[in-house]
């Protein structure tokens, strides 16, 4: 089961697809998350894209694409992965397509977790996340068991520099103008799936869980 998720920045869908990673037995693969471990590593990759990051800007595609064609290709993705933050323009979408293509293989489902921008803004605000192990939180939603504690490593937890207010109208901006035009595009292709991201995440991930299948 190959599996893309759109939507806005804070939508929920990171939230989202690490559940279907789980369920369903598949890797998880955000583009987001490897940046920030290349960033934490000091690589070349991880201080170019900083770059665009810190400033809500989309991480040029030639840095994106190969890197994600490559992490596909791996033994572990044979029977499906999930996508996360990946594609986010036009051109990524074609370069997925035309490198499935080459081994007979198509995307399967394109889900969108639709949430209005001003939900999204009021969201982002309460997200918290631990540069150490990358797990993100929210203040109200998915709390800590210790204030300002990461559950999983002991690290501290915090607003991500890509998360501050005005960065966040910034990355809102880019997803209207570059990202969703993907959801007429998966359309087309008819494999695009709305569900309603207002709703708590337990019932998301049941909508979600309904059109993939138990
Ligand atoms: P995310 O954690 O998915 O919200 O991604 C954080 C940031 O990483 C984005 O705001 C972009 O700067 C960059 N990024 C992640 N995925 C992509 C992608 N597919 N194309 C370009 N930039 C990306």
């Known amino acids: 089961m190959k599996i893309i998720m759109l939507g806005a920045p804070g939508a929920g869908k990171g939230t989202q697809a690490k559940q279907i990673a789980d369920k369903y037995g598949i890797p998880h693969i955000s583009t987001g998350d490897i940046f920030r471990a290349n960033l934490k590593q000091g690589t070349e990759l991880g201080k170019k894209a ?10 040029p595609d030639e840095l994106t694409c190969d890197l994600v064609m490559d992490r596909i290709s791996q033994e572990d993705c044979k029977n499906g992965f999930v996508l996360d933050g990946f594609p986010r323009t036009i051109p990524q979408a074609e370069a997925l397509d035309t490198a499935l293509a080459k081994i007979g293989q198509k995307m399967d489902y394109a889900i969108d977790v639709d949430v209005p921008d001003e939900n999204i803004i009021n969201r982002m605000s309460g997200r918290r996340a631990c540069l150490n192990c990358g797990a993100t939180y929210h203040i109200v939603s998915i709390p800590t068991k210790v204030e300002g504690v990461c559950d999983r490593c002991g690290n501290a937890v915090v ?8 960065t966040v109208k910034k990355r809102l901006e880019v997803y209207h103008a570059q990202t969703q035009p993907l959801i007429d595009y998966y359309k087309k292709q008819d494999i695009l799936k709305t569900v309603d991201g207002t709703q708590p995440m337990e019932k998301v991930f049941d909508a979600i869980v309904e059109i993939l299948g138990a």
């Open 50 to 59: 900083k770059e665009y990051m810190d400033q809500g800007l989309l991480v």
């Open 159 to 166: 607003l991500r520099d890509d998360d501050q207010p005005e």
